[in-house]
């Protein structure tokens, strides 16, 4: 008797888990409703959703009012950030009420994007850290004293703000305990417009630039952001704390960004305090385009010069009266960051500041 020839007809092979192909067409979730996110806790997104209009004139009835809608991120959208500030289209239920939980199901494309990276000497990954979307106005908020100001800090904002094509506001706080004229005075150059305030004393000029306008409010521990946004917004109820007596800075008292809207238009956004704020992300072109007062120096440099090391033209330009040499060596603390060296070099009697 002939032995059978098996083939594959005769051995049925189930499929495996996930064998099943993929569509690769998306919902359009032409229903979803536009929502604008004021704050990010542990996967969890609260959206403000505006009320729409009632259509024709006929109807009567009171419109709805603005709500807040809480979301997760949908699988679709990966590992695609959302950030406060963002503007985000969502499903699901968007109803507002106690134990909802709706979906983001898109980010719509973002005017502008504040970045910083990580420049700590254990932590020079280079990895960008989005801090707030679609802000048009960064607020720089430094005391000038009590802690005292770091001008190098201040730099490496604006430099930030640059990169970010945001518009930049330096807030000077504190003024009851030191003057503003030499702060004021080195970043006159720059052309950086500036307020300065103090606790109990008028905001009048603060609120005339903040109006109208999404600005983010950015600045080290202890420099009094949220006693600010605490007199901006009457009901924002931020934690203040005060100043380390041992150490001399701040601690943090906001932990997570949040949006508030202003009583006369506009939204401040409040971001926890920053030790550092890296540029890793940042070309070295875009640190020099941040400082007008030395470009001009650059046109002799050798080609691809980093602006580090010998042979630098601006050491030459600077020391024929062109610029200030403190502007020049701002300028190389941000490059010399940018390679991995720690910003504002404690000294070895200073502890350590904890996040």
């Not at 006693?227 to 800075?249: C, K, Y």
Request: hydrophobic letters at 40%.
């Amino acid at each position: 008797m002939r032995k059978r020839e098996y083939d594959e007809d005769d051995v049925r092979v189930r499929p495996g888990k996930g064998s099943r192909p993929r569509t690769r067409i998306r919902p359009a979730h032409e229903d979803a409703v536009e929502g604008f996110v004021v704050a990010v806790d542990r996967g969890r997104y609260t959206t403000l959703v505006e009320p729409e209009r009632p259509k024709g004139s006929a109807q009567k009835r009171k419109p709805p009012q603005r709500r807040l809608v809480v979301a997760m991120k949908a699988r679709e959208l990966g590992r695609k950030g959302i950030v406060v500030g963002d503007r985000v289209a969502l499903v699901g239920d968007v109803s507002g009420r106690p134990d909802t939980l709706a979906r983001v199901v898109r980010v719509e494309p973002r005017t502008s994007m504040l970045r910083r990276s990580a420049d700590d000497v254990e932590d020079t990954d280079g990895i960008e850290r989005p801090v707030v979307a679609n802000a048009d106005q960064l607020v720089i908020v430094t005391a000038l004293a009590d802690p005292p100001p770091r001008p190098r800090m201040i730099d490496r904002i604006l430099v930030a703000a640059f990169d970010a094509e945001i518009d930049t506001l330096l807030c000077l706080t504190k003024s009851d305990l030191a003057p503003p004229d030499e702060l004021v005075a080195l970043y006159e150059p720059l052309g950086v417009p500036h307020v300065v305030v103090h606790k109990g004393g008028s905001l009048d000029a603060l609120r005339d630039h903040l109006a109208g306008r999404i600005s983010v409010l950015v600045g080290h521990s202890g420099v009094g952001k949220s006693t600010l946004v605490n007199a901006l917004v009457p009901d924002a109820n931020r934690a203040v704390s005060q100043v380390n007596a041992v150490t001399g800075r701040g601690r943090h008292t906001s932990t997570s960004a949040v949006a508030l809207e202003l009583p006369e238009g506009g939204w401040i956004i409040d971001t926890p305090g920053v030790r550092s704020f890296g540029l890793a992300h940042v070309s070295v072109e875009t640190v020099l385009a941040a400082f007008p007062d030395l470009v001009e120096g650059t046109v002799d440099c050798p080609k691809g010069c980093t602006h580090l090391g010998e042979g630098c033209a601006l050491d030459a330009w600077v020391a024929a009266g062109n610029a200030d040499p403190a502007r020049l060596e701002s300028l190389r603390r941000l490059l010399w960051s940018r390679e991995g060296t720690a910003d504002d070099p404690r000294p070895a009697e200073e502890p350590a500041d904890t996040p």
